[in-house]
């Protein structure tokens, strides 16, 4: 196992697309792990950055400082070959960045209002999407080419999110999802299926992209609380895991179910499906489990569900367990990663893989 010495506070974070590597960004620069073995992989200490977002496992950064030094305007995106060192090229806006997305076709730019889309490429602009203030710099994007979509806030005043494919170039759909206006979203990795939070933080909701029906809704708890990131599984089919984070320090589990393992009123089995559309406004609570204290209540953490193992009857194809590893980056500079299992009474067991400092 790694161990690093303790930096300063985590300015940003993120993982790559399929999140074999993780990237901090802090007043003092930026570094790169290896997820599967901690090990740092690359370090740049030039200053503050507020966004470091990677290209799957390329050399190819987009990188956003925080304005401490002229050279790190928070209105530059700066495009970088970690291999070589150099600027590959430079984008100048008239407000601050506020998040960066990419995929092996599409470089997306989050401004409070406007979203621009550019070729990878040739770093030409596809898009220019003008969008409502939205100054925490919300959005999802699916890295697949397949099923591009860009999610971004409709509303100021009650949570609804429009969809653009970024590949076709046109708008999808909007999805009301909540009363409140939005805190987090995510997109699953094929692009199927969208989570949402709201402000209020009670309430999770899943809808089916292609036709922005409901599909799940979990609540998470009875007290509202800052909702700091969602996350789905890496199923190649529907994702059978989602996870959240907040300001409790709590790490909820939502285990969705798969349409070829259709669940009836009167069964309660293992990751049941629910037939999207066809659901209460909330879920039976078996389907959420909660991880208690993962992190310091208050303290801002970054979390993705790195693998999932479905463990099935080869006879019946019954789901009999499931396993995952959820790994966590907190605000305060640690690591964590935790071993998951769900047996097939649906009851969740959990430990402490391993641990430190960033």
């Avoid at 401490?68 to 995106?77: H, K, M, V, W």
């Avoid at 070959?81 to 997305?101: C, D, P, Q």
């Avoid at 089995?269 to 959420?288: C, E, K, N, Q, T």
Wanted: charge should be positive; charged fraction near 15%.
């Amino acid at each position: 196992m790694a161990n690093h010495s303790s930096s300063s506070s985590i300015l940003c974070a993120s993982f790559n697309q399929d999140f074999s590597y993780f990237a901090v960004g802090t007043r003092d620069g930026f570094r790169i792990f290896d997820t599967n073995t901690g090990k740092l992989c690359y370090e740049r200490a030039v200053g503050a950055f507020v966004i470091v977002e990677m290209l799957f496992s390329s050399s190819l950064l987009a990188i956003v400082g925080a304005g401490d030094q002229p050279s790190l305007s928070p209105r530059r995106l700066c495009l970088f070959n970690k291999i070589t060192g150099a600027a590959l090229k430079e984008l100048n806006f008239l407000t601050s960045i506020l998040a960066v997305r990419m995929n092996r076709q599409r470089l997306v730019v989050i401004l409070q209002d406007k979203a621009y889309v550019y070729e990878i490429n040739s770093l030409s602009i596809v898009d220019i999407i003008d969008t409502v203030p939205n100054i925490k710099g919300i959005c999802a994007f699916s890295p697949c080419l397949d099923a591009c979509y860009l999610a971004l806030p409709a509303s100021t005043t009650k949570g609804s999110a429009l969809l653009y494919n970024v590949m076709n170039r046109h708008l999808h759909c909007e999805i009301d999802a909540h009363r409140s206006p939005l805190a987090a979203m995510a997109l699953s990795s094929n692009g199927m299926y969208i989570a949402t939070a709201s402000e209020q933080g009670t309430i999770i909701r899943v809808h089916l992209v292609s036709d922005a029906t409901k599909s799940y809704s979990f609540r998470r708890g009875t007290y509202p609380s800052t909702i700091f990131s969602l996350t789905f599984g890496p199923s190649k089919q529907l994702p059978d895991i989602l996870a959240a984070s907040s300001s409790s320090g709590s790490i909820h589990l939502f285990t969705l179910g798969f349409a070829s393992h259709p669940r009836s009123k009167s069964s309660s089995g293992f990751l049941g499906s629910i037939i999207p559309g066809a659901v209460s406004d909330v879920l039976d609570p078996a389907y959420h489990h909660v991880l208690h204290n993962t992190v310091p209540a208050g303290v801002k953490s970054y979390i993705v569900i790195r693998k999932v193992e479905n463990l099935t009857n080869s006879s019946s194809s019954e789901l009999l367990a499931c396993r995952a590893i959820l790994s966590v980056i907190t605000s305060n500079g640690f690591f964590k990663e935790y071993n998951l299992s769900i047996n097939a009474r649906n009851e969740l067991s959990w430990a402490l893989g391993r641990e430190f400092n960033l």
